[in-house]
């Protein structure tokens, strides 16, 4: 059976956060002091309601006066005056924080993790378990990891677990070649149907950036059904 990484296996698990009330010097000193760029804010049960970034805190930075500016200047500045000024002028975590905060489960893929990243436009995701509490935090770099494989890794895990195990394909009759995480398939297999099937489980296979093929097959039983008269 094929095993993938997971969120929780990627994850950090010793995550630094924040509380509503934390002030907003102290979160440039948690940033500065733990070389990151975000951190979860947690309420009483240690659950994450939002999360406070560098972003974040700059745009409240923006709002301030610049000396190099004239009267007036800053009232009519860009966001002025739409409704974001609550944001501008909080000083502790739930005022500056984005919320809610998007998170993640120990079980999710990479995948499902990537997903989620790219669709709420976020570069790390809390981990929570089954009661929502904050058991970790997975950012871009960790998903990343799991193209760090070896291309021998790689090629053992297609042969071994792909072909052998799950397909039930003598490892002989596919010649697999890994350079760099990219996968080349040659050879034969029983029957024409299986070669989508087994480029699909290699692309899952952790570490591989893309799969080619020249497969052919000893039977070809996806034609189409002879059609009535």
Not at 1 to 14: A, C, E
Not at 109 to 134: F, N, Q, W
């Amino acid at each position: 059976m094929l095993q993938h990484r997971t969120v929780g296996d990627l994850m950090t698990r010793s995550v630094v956060r924040v509380q509503r009330g934390t002030l907003f010097t102290e979160i440039v000193h948690v940033l500065q002091e733990h070389d990151i760029t975000a951190v979860p804010v947690v309420d009483a049960e240690d659950r994450p309601v939002g999360v406070v970034s560098e972003a974040d805190l700059l745009a409240k930075a923006s709002r301030r006066p610049d000396p190099h500016d004239g009267p007036g200047a800053r009232a009519n500045a860009p966001g002025a005056g739409n409704g974001t000024g609550a944001k501008h002028e909080a000083t502790t975590a739930e005022g500056l924080m984005t919320s809610p905060a998007v998170c993640a489960r120990p079980d999710w893929s990479v995948v499902e993790a990537a997903r989620t990243m790219e669709e709420h436009r976020v570069k790390r995701l809390p981990v929570v378990d089954d009661t929502g509490r904050l058991v970790g935090l997975v950012s871009r770099g960790d998903l990343l990891r799991v193209f760090l494989r070896t291309d021998r890794a790689i090629r053992e895990e297609i042969i071994e677990d792909v072909l052998v195990r799950t397909l039930r394909q003598p490892p002989s009759a596919v010649g697999v070649e890994v350079n760099h995480g990219q996968v080349r398939l040659s050879g034969s297999v029983r029957r024409a149907s299986l070669i989508p099937v087994l480029v699909q489980l290699c692309q899952s296979v952790d570490g591989v950036v893309s799969v080619d093929h020249q497969l052919a097959a000893e039977t070809d039983d996806t034609g189409d059904e002879p059609s009535g008269s």
